[in-house]
Protein backbone atom coordinates (compact mmCIF):
# COMPACT_ATOMS: atom_id res chain seq x y z
CA UNK A 1 0.00 0.00 0.00
CA UNK A 2 1.68 3.31 -0.76
CA UNK A 3 0.65 6.56 -0.12
CA UNK A 4 3.35 8.79 -1.63
CA UNK A 5 0.88 11.78 -1.77
CA UNK A 6 0.70 11.56 2.10
CA UNK A 7 4.06 11.16 2.59
CA UNK A 8 5.53 14.98 2.73
CA UNK A 9 8.80 15.07 4.55
CA UNK A 10 8.89 18.79 6.03
CA UNK A 11 12.09 19.07 6.40
CA UNK A 12 12.21 19.23 2.94
CA UNK A 13 9.99 21.63 1.89
CA UNK A 14 10.78 25.39 1.68
CA UNK A 15 9.97 27.94 4.03
CA UNK A 16 7.23 28.85 2.13
CA UNK A 17 6.38 25.77 1.14
CA UNK A 18 6.33 24.72 5.35
CA UNK A 19 4.32 27.53 6.48
CA UNK A 20 1.05 26.51 3.86
CA UNK A 21 2.18 22.93 4.53
CA UNK A 22 1.69 23.86 8.35
CA UNK A 23 -1.48 25.72 7.90
CA UNK A 24 -3.32 22.78 6.53
CA UNK A 25 -2.00 20.49 8.99
CA UNK A 26 -3.58 22.78 11.66
CA UNK A 27 -6.81 22.99 9.86
CA UNK A 28 -6.65 18.89 10.01
CA UNK A 29 -6.03 18.94 13.78
CA UNK A 30 -2.68 16.97 13.06
CA UNK A 31 -0.52 18.50 16.40
CA UNK A 32 2.35 15.96 16.25
CA UNK A 33 2.99 17.68 12.40
CA UNK A 34 2.42 21.28 13.98
CA UNK A 35 4.86 20.61 16.69
CA UNK A 36 7.45 19.16 14.32
CA UNK A 37 6.80 22.12 11.82
CA UNK A 38 7.53 24.57 14.49
CA UNK A 39 11.21 22.70 15.25
CA UNK A 40 12.11 22.89 11.63
CA UNK A 41 11.22 26.65 11.30
CA UNK A 42 13.28 27.02 15.02
CA UNK A 43 15.98 25.17 13.61
CA UNK A 44 16.21 27.34 10.56
CA UNK A 45 16.32 30.34 12.24
CA UNK A 46 13.13 31.65 12.43
CA UNK A 47 12.07 33.97 15.31
CA UNK A 48 9.35 32.47 17.53
CA UNK A 49 7.11 35.31 17.02
CA UNK A 50 6.93 35.22 13.40
CA UNK A 51 6.13 31.16 13.53
CA UNK A 52 3.26 32.30 15.99
CA UNK A 53 2.02 34.93 13.40
CA UNK A 54 2.20 33.13 10.17
CA UNK A 55 1.88 29.72 10.12
CA UNK A 56 0.28 29.04 13.20
CA UNK A 57 -2.33 32.71 13.62
CA UNK A 58 -2.52 32.45 9.90
CA UNK A 59 -4.14 28.45 10.05
CA UNK A 60 -6.51 29.15 12.87
CA UNK A 61 -7.56 32.51 11.24
CA UNK A 62 -8.74 30.69 8.19
CA UNK A 63 -10.29 27.68 10.94
CA UNK A 64 -11.91 30.84 12.27
CA UNK A 65 -13.72 31.86 9.31
CA UNK A 66 -14.70 28.74 8.59
CA UNK A 67 -15.97 27.96 11.60
CA UNK A 68 -18.04 31.08 11.41
CA UNK A 69 -19.09 30.37 7.87
CA UNK A 70 -20.42 26.73 8.95
CA UNK A 71 -17.74 24.52 7.00
CA UNK A 72 -16.34 23.67 10.51
CA UNK A 73 -17.78 22.35 13.36
CA UNK A 74 -16.96 22.55 17.08
CA UNK A 75 -14.84 19.28 17.20
CA UNK A 76 -13.09 19.94 14.20
CA UNK A 77 -11.95 23.58 15.64
CA UNK A 78 -11.59 22.13 18.85
CA UNK A 79 -9.06 19.65 16.88
CA UNK A 80 -7.39 22.18 15.59
CA UNK A 81 -7.51 24.87 18.35
CA UNK A 82 -5.22 21.22 20.07
CA UNK A 83 -3.12 21.38 17.56
CA UNK A 84 -2.05 25.10 17.90
CA UNK A 85 -1.51 24.52 22.07
CA UNK A 86 1.11 21.79 20.84
CA UNK A 87 3.00 24.34 18.68
CA UNK A 88 2.45 27.08 21.19
CA UNK A 89 3.43 24.80 23.90
CA UNK A 90 7.39 25.36 22.28
CA UNK A 91 6.58 28.84 21.63
CA UNK A 92 6.00 30.24 24.65
CA UNK A 93 8.85 30.28 27.02
CA UNK A 94 11.09 31.85 23.83
CA UNK A 95 7.95 34.27 23.12
CA UNK A 96 8.30 35.24 26.61
CA UNK A 97 12.10 35.59 26.43
CA UNK A 98 12.56 37.64 23.50
CA UNK A 99 9.74 39.70 24.94
CA UNK A 100 7.45 39.20 21.74
CA UNK A 101 4.04 41.33 22.08
CA UNK A 102 0.84 40.15 22.38
CA UNK A 103 -2.68 41.54 21.13
CA UNK A 104 -3.92 42.17 24.48
CA UNK A 105 -4.65 39.58 27.66
CA UNK A 106 -7.57 38.36 28.33
CA UNK A 107 -9.52 37.19 31.80
CA UNK A 108 -12.29 34.53 30.74
CA UNK A 109 -13.80 32.42 33.10
CA UNK A 110 -17.53 31.15 33.42
CA UNK A 111 -19.84 33.03 35.96
CA UNK A 112 -20.69 32.16 39.47
CA UNK A 113 -23.24 29.09 39.77
CA UNK A 114 -22.29 27.70 36.18
CA UNK A 115 -20.22 25.10 35.54
CA UNK A 116 -20.71 24.45 31.84
CA UNK A 117 -17.04 25.60 30.08
CA UNK A 118 -16.83 23.53 26.47
CA UNK A 119 -17.93 27.00 24.79
CA UNK A 120 -15.66 28.93 27.27
CA UNK A 121 -13.01 26.84 26.36
CA UNK A 122 -13.64 27.47 22.59
CA UNK A 123 -13.33 30.89 22.83
CA UNK A 124 -10.01 30.62 24.69
CA UNK A 125 -8.17 28.30 22.52
CA UNK A 126 -9.29 30.17 19.47
CA UNK A 127 -7.91 33.94 21.41
CA UNK A 128 -4.69 32.53 21.80
CA UNK A 129 -4.54 30.69 18.54
CA UNK A 130 -5.38 34.68 17.35
CA UNK A 131 -2.47 35.94 19.62
CA UNK A 132 -3.81 37.18 22.29
CA UNK A 133 -2.59 36.02 26.28
CA UNK A 134 -5.60 34.57 27.91
CA UNK A 135 -5.76 33.65 31.60
CA UNK A 136 -8.42 31.45 32.28
CA UNK A 137 -10.14 30.94 35.32
CA UNK A 138 -12.65 28.11 34.60
CA UNK A 139 -15.75 27.88 36.06
CA UNK A 140 -18.21 28.56 38.64
CA UNK A 141 -16.47 32.55 38.66
CA UNK A 142 -17.63 35.22 41.90
CA UNK A 143 -17.25 38.87 41.07
CA UNK A 144 -14.00 38.77 43.28
CA UNK A 145 -12.38 36.14 40.75
CA UNK A 146 -12.63 38.13 38.40
CA UNK A 147 -11.95 41.48 38.99
CA UNK A 148 -8.58 40.24 41.32
CA UNK A 149 -7.46 38.62 38.81
CA UNK A 150 -7.84 41.18 35.89
CA UNK A 151 -6.29 43.43 38.41
CA UNK A 152 -3.47 41.09 38.85
CA UNK A 153 -2.54 40.11 35.24
CA UNK A 154 -3.23 44.12 34.51
CA UNK A 155 -5.55 42.05 31.41
CA UNK A 156 -7.62 44.31 28.88
CA UNK A 157 -10.38 42.42 28.60
CA UNK A 158 -12.78 40.16 30.80
CA UNK A 159 -14.43 37.95 29.32
CA UNK A 160 -17.68 36.22 31.30
CA UNK A 161 -19.72 32.80 29.89
CA UNK A 162 -23.25 31.78 30.87
CA UNK A 163 -25.31 28.60 29.78
CA UNK A 164 -28.02 28.81 31.97
CA UNK A 165 -30.71 31.34 31.99
CA UNK A 166 -30.39 31.31 35.43
CA UNK A 167 -26.56 32.26 35.83
CA UNK A 168 -26.82 35.26 33.04
CA UNK A 169 -27.90 37.72 35.08
CA UNK A 170 -24.59 37.44 36.91
CA UNK A 171 -22.98 38.90 34.16
CA UNK A 172 -24.66 42.49 35.72
CA UNK A 173 -23.35 41.87 39.02
CA UNK A 174 -19.75 42.01 37.76
CA UNK A 175 -20.32 44.97 35.41
CA UNK A 176 -22.19 46.78 38.29
CA UNK A 177 -19.15 45.95 40.86
CA UNK A 178 -16.92 47.39 38.24
CA UNK A 179 -18.98 50.58 37.96
CA UNK A 180 -19.44 50.78 41.69
CA UNK A 181 -15.41 50.55 42.16
CA UNK A 182 -15.04 53.09 39.64
CA UNK A 183 -13.09 50.84 36.95
CA UNK A 184 -15.53 49.84 34.47
CA UNK A 185 -14.00 52.07 31.79
CA UNK A 186 -10.53 49.68 32.67
CA UNK A 187 -12.00 46.99 30.92
CA UNK A 188 -13.45 45.63 27.29
CA UNK A 189 -16.23 43.23 28.67
CA UNK A 190 -17.22 40.35 26.48
CA UNK A 191 -20.18 38.18 27.18
CA UNK A 192 -21.34 35.33 25.64
CA UNK A 193 -22.60 31.76 26.12
CA UNK A 194 -26.16 29.81 24.70
CA UNK A 195 -28.96 31.87 26.19
CA UNK A 196 -28.11 35.32 25.63
CA UNK A 197 -28.56 37.63 23.07
CA UNK A 198 -27.42 40.88 21.73
CA UNK A 199 -30.05 42.99 23.43
CA UNK A 200 -28.73 41.56 27.12
CA UNK A 201 -25.47 42.43 26.63
CA UNK A 202 -26.15 46.18 25.94
CA UNK A 203 -28.52 46.08 28.41
CA UNK A 204 -26.60 44.63 30.89
CA UNK A 205 -23.57 46.99 29.96
CA UNK A 206 -21.22 44.86 28.07
CA UNK A 207 -19.09 46.20 25.50
CA UNK A 208 -20.22 43.33 23.29
CA UNK A 209 -21.96 40.35 22.99
CA UNK A 210 -20.40 37.67 20.75
CA UNK A 211 -22.15 34.77 19.44
CA UNK A 212 -19.33 32.23 18.97
CA UNK A 213 -15.73 32.03 19.29
CA UNK A 214 -14.94 33.39 16.05
CA UNK A 215 -17.04 36.10 16.94
CA UNK A 216 -15.44 36.92 20.06
CA UNK A 217 -11.72 37.04 18.27
CA UNK A 218 -13.43 39.20 15.67
CA UNK A 219 -14.71 41.89 18.42
CA UNK A 220 -11.84 41.38 20.89
CA UNK A 221 -9.20 42.40 17.74
CA UNK A 222 -11.94 45.19 16.74
CA UNK A 223 -11.72 46.53 20.68
CA UNK A 224 -7.75 46.23 21.19
CA UNK A 225 -7.42 48.50 18.02
CA UNK A 226 -9.78 51.03 19.12
CA UNK A 227 -8.28 50.83 22.60
CA UNK A 228 -4.68 51.71 20.87
CA UNK A 229 -5.54 54.30 18.87
CA UNK A 230 -6.83 56.66 21.98
CA UNK A 231 -5.91 59.46 22.76
CA UNK A 232 -3.42 59.03 25.89
CA UNK A 233 -5.73 59.58 29.19
CA UNK A 234 -5.13 62.58 31.35
CA UNK A 235 -3.14 62.04 33.90
Not at 24 to 42: A, N, Q
Not at 139 to 167: F, H, Q, R
Request: include cysteine.
Amino acid sequence: MSDEEDDIILSELDDEELVQQMMDDLYDGLKEEIEEGVRILLDRGWGPYDILTKPLVGGMTIVGADFRDGILFVPEVLLAANAMKGGMFILKPLLVETGAPTIGKMVIGTVKGDIHDIGKNLVAMMMEGAGFEIVDLGINNAVESYLEAAAKEGADIIGMSALLTTTMPYMKVVIDTMKEQGIREDYIVLVGGAPLNEEFGKAIGADAYCRDAAVAVETAKTYMARKHNRPPAEA
